[in-house]
């Protein structure tokens, strides 16, 4: 983790009521073991299913226009699947251009509150998405949604970054990305019912998709309302009326986060020019934003095209979607796994590098057997190589989080690694040409160097920081201070 020395604070309202927490009488001297264990608990079954929920509404209402497409979308708004294609182009777009002024916005408002406007605001967009009636109202929605639902996965990783222990990080991380595979596992189901409704009301099937996922995602930011805490010293959510959480767990709450890292844990920090220009000149912080959109790039692909490969190998449309289905609870096992690890033995490259390696392995073996006779052990190598899709995703954005300097360089870093991970996304599909098919070995060998590459990238973060930690010791050996260092 960064030194201490380097960090400041631009708002310290909230490390001076932290530091009051920590220092009452139930300190450090009589918080057991236990005790940690217990508020520890409570905060996985009350601060991170809030957040995960929110990930749900987010994917069901980022995904929902695929289901839209089996029902009568196109013909109702005329539009042709180019116009579709383009619309989702725009949506990206809207995504990527409000990463950082979204949690510039964070600093300024405090999570609490511009998670549960984010949620309100898109969540009102997908509901009026019901009424669209042509091309231009299509591209209106799709660019507004994009545009607001942006700042919501940094934003959520901060608030993580607020309650939980830089040991305790990776897997929260990874847990609350499960939200995006339960939305995904559960959302064609959904439609699939929801799309039954043709013709209620004198309304087609998609529009009633919209509305009533609409309507959920607003039922979740009154969640975020009645729920929400703001930090480990403000636990009562914005309308006051009830604390979840007494004097002595607000105490042990601001005792684990205590020390040297307290000033990065601010729920509140005002985002100066200088502070947001040291961000964004930072080498690592365009590092870590690589390193998400090389590796999830190959997500982009497969996530795509996976079905339609499993169905070329010999399998019929229904039984190549449930066999699909399979690399997505595999990456979920998987991604818990190495962040346990992760946060077990403290290293966050290495275990990077695992994931990956994983991934260049497996692809290599589906580029070997990719002529067999044998569907099932192309489709086994198939799955394999699927289930390490993004599985260091949430280890990076954790690794950037655990070792940020300043609440401003977080909240920024982490927006720049989601941005990394919405490019990989966008291009993705674009490795797999027609003229490539069925076999698509050029992609294929395009997703094992990209994999490659993300190790080599992984690499270089990992020296930067090792050389950084030799400077922080050289500067302790001097001065005769405690310094912490940067995990690795």
């Known amino acids: 983790m960064a030194s201490s020395a380097v960090r400041k604070c631009d708002d310290v309202e909230d490390a001076i009521e932290l530091g009051d927490a920590a220092s ?14 217990r508020i520890r608990r409570k905060l996985d079954f009350y601060l991170l299913p809030i957040l ?5 509404a987010l994917q069901f209402d980022r995904s929902n226009i695929s289901n839209a497409l089996t029902n009568t979308f196109q013909k109702d708004l005329g539009i042709s699947l180019g116009q579709v294609n383009a619309g989702s182009q725009i949506f990206q777009a809207g995504i990527l251009v409000s990463e950082i002024p979204a949690n510039i916005v964070l600093q300024k408002l405090g999570a609490r509150v511009w998670l549960m406007t984010l949620l309100a605001i898109w969540g009102t967009i997908t509901l009026t998405q019901a009424w669209m009636t042509n091309v231009r109202s299509f591209y209106t929605t799709r660019f507004l949604l994009g545009f607001f639902e942006g700042g919501f996965i940094p934003g959520s990783q901060y608030v993580l970054a607020l ?13 609350f990305y499960f939200g995006n595979y339960a939305a995904t596992g559960t959302g064609s189901l959904l439609a699939a019912g929801i799309l039954k409704m043709d013709g209620t009301s004198s309304l087609s099937g998609w529009r009633w998709l919209f509305i009533l996922e609409g309507v959920f995602t607003l039922v979740v930011s009154i969640a975020f309302f009645l729920l929400m805490p703001e930090s480990v010293s403000k636990t009562r959510p914005i309308h006051g009326m009830f604390d979840v959480f007494d004097e002595n767990e607000r105490a042990i709450l601001a005792h684990r986060v205590d020390g040297p890292g307290a000033l990065t844990r601010q729920a509140k920090a005002t985002m100066t020019l200088s502070a947001f220009r040291q961000t964004i000149l930072n080498v690592r912080s365009w590092l870590h934003l690589l390193l998400n959109a090389v590796a999830l790039t190959p997500k982009g692909a497969l996530q795509l095209y996976t079905p339609s490969i499993i169905k070329s190998l010999g399998f019929d449309s229904i039984r190549a979607n449930l066999l699909n289905s399979v690399s997505s609870f595999a990456v979920v096992l998987l991604s818990i796994c190495i962040s346990i690890a992760s946060d077990k033995f403290r290293k966050r490259g290495l275990f990077c590098i695992i994931a990956f390696a994983w991934s260049v392995v497996f692809c290599a073996a589906l580029i070997a057997v990719r002529e067999s006779h044998d569907k099932w052990l192309r489709y086994a190598m198939l799955t394999l190589l699927s289930s390490g899709n993004a599985l260091a995703q949430a280890l990076n954005d954790a690794w950037l989080s655990i070792n940020s300097p300043t609440s401003n360089y977080r909240s920024i870093g982490l927006a720049m690694a989601v941005m990394g991970s919405n490019i990989g996304v966008l291009v993705g599909p674009q490795m797999f040409q027609p003229a490539d098919r069925p076999l698509y070995t050029s992609g294929f060998i395009g997703i094992m160097c990209l994999y490659a590459s993300a190790i080599v990238i992984t690499l270089i973060i990992m020296y ?12 302790v050996n001097e001065a005769s201070e405690e310094r912490e260092r940067y995990e690795i």
């Open 24 to 37: 009452s009488p139930t300190m450090a001297s009589t918080i057991s073991e236990e005790d940690e264990r």
């Open 52 to 56: 995960v929920l929110g990930f749900i």
């Open 464 to 475: 930067t920081y090792i050389q950084d930690n030799k400077r922080i010791a050289s500067e």
């Open 163 to 175: 309650f939980y222990k830089s040991d305790e990080l990776a897997l929260r991380t990874a847990i």
